[in-house]
T-cell receptor
Framework: DTAVSQTPKYLVTQMGNDKSIKCEQN?????MYWYKQDSKKFLKIMFS???????INETVPNRFSPKSPDKAHLNLHINSLELGDSAVYFC?????????????FGAGSRLTVL | GQNIDQPTEMTATEGAIVQINCTYQ??????LFWYQQHAGEAPTFLSY??LDGLEEKGRFSSFLSRSKGYSYLLLKELQMKDSASYLC??????????WGAGTKLIIKP
């Protein structure tokens, strides 16, 4: 199946731990994203990665870091987890950044920090 | 600042028509998107408007007025499976997507 797949789907961990969420797309897209959806359901862009150019949302703490080994993968690493990091994290991909830029989302990874 | 407003929740009856409104104030405009998100699932693309007017796609239509900073999503012949959140998003002058909080649509038999 052509899709955006992310793992794990659920992640429960303690404050202060470091965790990673992996994302892979086989759609041939050249741009990938990480979004955070909080309890109020707002989707907030964290990062976009296009042709090795990383665009960072300046409000994202530097405890969050994306790593892209190739165009098809964009993993999210989170250091020193905090309670406020609990949310659903969505990976997405698209063709380019502009125009009718339709995003294809992964199924989401629900992170719970205790 | 940039802002997208849409109602938090709406209720409609199976078989009826519902209109979900979205107003926006953004730094520039490069298109407006509607996405559907079922509970616990990923958002999926519904429609894209960049010019004024109505875009029809089956039971769903989306309208845009750039001068008014306004869009609506029209859902006809509602089905129970249409129960979901509907997210409005605007692409600004920097090609960044600004998202609304979504409208939760509840369909009653």
């Amino acid at each position: 199946d052509t899709a955006v797949s992310q793992t794990p789907k659920y992640l429960v961990t303690q404050m202060g731990n470091d965790k990673s969420i992996k994302c892979e797309q086989n759609l041939g897209h050249d741009t990938m994203y990480w979004y955070k959806q909080d309890s109020k359901k707002f989707l907030k862009i964290m990062f976009s990665y296009n042709n090795k150019e990383l665009i960072i949302n300046e409000t994202v703490p530097n405890r969050f870091s994306p790593k892209s080994p190739d165009k098809a993968h964009l993993n999210l690493h989170i250091n020193s987890l905090e309670l406020g990091d609990s949310a659903v994290y969505f990976c997405a991909s698209s063709h380019g950044l502009a125009g009718a830029n339709v995003l294809t989302f992964g199924a989401g990874s629900r992170l719970t920090v205790l | 600042g940039q802002n997208i407003d849409q109602p938090t929740e709406m209720t409609a009856t199976e078989g009826a028509i519902v209109q979900i409104n979205c107003t926006y104030q953004t730094s520039g405009f490069n298109g407006l998107f509607w996405y559907q998100q079922h509970a616990g699932e990923a958002p999926t693309f519904l429609s894209y408007n960049v010019l004024d007017g109505l875009e029809e796609k089956g039971r769903f239509s989306s309208f845009l007025s750039r001068s008014k900073g306004y869009s609506y999503l029209l859902l006809k012949e509602l089905q129970m499976k249409d129960s979901a959140s509907y997210l409005c998003a605007v692409m600004d002058s920097n090609y960044q997507l600004i998202w609304g909080a979504g409208t939760k649509l509840i369909i009653k038999p």
